[in-house]
């Protein structure tokens, strides 16, 4: 099993930048990949950006390149979002997720979540 613990978020200006976090701990696999989901009222989670466990390539999704950077650091097993230039369509509950194996967009493939934190950006 593995645990997932979300933190950073809160409540923002347009414009303004925020750092989540997500920690891991319990069973973990030598080759896996980390990332960022988001899922606001009324919406899908959808897919935010990915790492693999050479700490690259990264994958974005396009509403956020350019803005959004995402990286780890292994011997933390911690993994995290820098989110600048936020706009009020970034506000969603932000959610990490791992997997066995390379990086994917797909929520399914996913196989262990953290609770969540939720961004909110005002305009």
């Known amino acids: 099993q593995v645990q997932l613990v979300e933190s950073g978020g809160g409540l923002v200006q347009a414009g303004d930048s925020l750092r989540l976090s997500c920690a891991a701990s319990?069973?973990?696999?030598?080759?896996?990949?980390m990332g960022w989901f988001r899922q606001a009222p009324g919406k899908e989670r959808e897919f935010v950006a990915a790492?693999?466990?050479?700490?690259?390539?990264?994958y974005y999704a396009d509403s956020v390149k350019g803005r959004f950077t995402i990286s780890r650091d292994n011997a933390k097993n911690t993994v995290y979002l820098q989110m600048n230039s936020l706009k009020p369509e970034d506000t969603a509950v932000y959610y990490c997720?791992?997997?066995?194996?390379?990086?994917?967009?797909?929520?399914?493939?996913?196989?262990?979540w953290g609770q969540g934190t939720q961004v909110t950006v005002s305009s």
């Open positions: 997720a791992t997997r066995a194996g390379w990086a994917t967009v797909s929520t399914r493939d996913y196989d262990y």
């Open positions: 319990g069973r973990t696999f030598s080759r896996y990949t």
């Open positions: 790492i693999t466990w050479s700490a690259g390539p990264t």
